[in-house]
């Protein structure tokens, strides 16, 4: 294989994993070609950082160095930016990692985590691109989004990763009713079992979502007993700062 096809391939790859994280045996079909190919230029691209393996989920993903060269043009960088000192907060405050996510058509990608030094600890998602219905932080932009919007996602296929998986519409439009009422949405086992989570949306002036942050950590420990509702009002009180136009970066704890 010359360098020039290696780089072509790897760009192909690349691309496919821009949409939707895989194993090697869908990424290799997707990308029409050879399973022990799209092998060998993994580990390359991981070496490198640009893809990553979530052992959770048995599926490769965009990685990290991706991610920072995308940030440096995304609009996003700025939101980050403004969001991640209050992520550290959330992390200090709860004991568990925070996160910022942006919406990206019907996806959800994560594109910032703070973490913590618990022996037990989450994948970093930052990178990943997920359904909407199928996380706390997507969900939580997901009740936001004009109504238009949000039932031509309801309209299209709904995906059930767990038995947890919310995939029925009029079952969704009631939870994202609620999500509305609450300002926030917690998410257990949705997308994958054993993992909690809680976010809320970050909005623009005319009340659109442009991002959500939240908190997640492994079911068994998160939330603890007794601050389910502490930490949802935490959650939301920094998107309620990092919405506001004038909200410095500087957070109070």
């Excluded at 399973?35 to 990685?63: P, Q």
Aim: charged share 20%; proline share 6%.
């Amino acid at each position: 294989m010359s360098k020039v096809q290696s780089v072509q391939r790897a760009f192909l790859l690349l691309q496919q994993l821009a949409s939707e994280e895989m194993g090697v045996t869908r990424l290799a079909a997707a990308a029409g070609l050879p399973k022990s190919t799209v092998a060998r230029l993994l580990k390359t691209l991981e070496h490198e950082g640009a893809v990553a393996w979530d052992a959770e989920t048995a599926r490769y993903r965009i990685g990290p160095s991706i991610v920072s060269l995308a940030g440096s043009t995304d609009p996003a960088t700025d939101l980050i930016a403004h969001t991640r000192p209050h992520l550290v907060v959330l992390a200090e405050l709860t004991g568990e990692d925070a996160g910022l996510a942006v919406p990206d058509g019907r996806l959800t990608h994560y594109v910032a985590q703070v973490g913590t030094d618990n022996a037990v600890q989450v994948s970093d998602w930052t990178g990943q691109r997920l359904p909407m219905h199928s996380v706390a932080s997507g969900l939580a932009m997901l009740a936001f989004l004009p109504e238009e919007m949000s039932e031509q996602y309801l309209a299209g296929p709904i995906e059930r990763f767990t038995d947890a998986t919310m995939t029925d519409p009029d079952d969704l439009r009631a939870r994202l009713a609620r999500i509305r009422l609450d300002g926030f949405a917690w998410c257990q086992a949705d997308y994958v079992e054993g993992l909690s989570a809680v976010a809320a949306p970050i909005l623009d002036a005319s009340g659109r979502p442009t991002g959500a942050i939240h908190v997640h950590g492994p079911s068994f420990r998160f939330p603890p007993d007794g601050r389910r509702d502490e930490i949802a009002a935490l959650v939301v009180d920094k998107a309620r700062l990092v919405s506001e136009p004038a909200a410095t970066s500087s957070p109070v704890h």
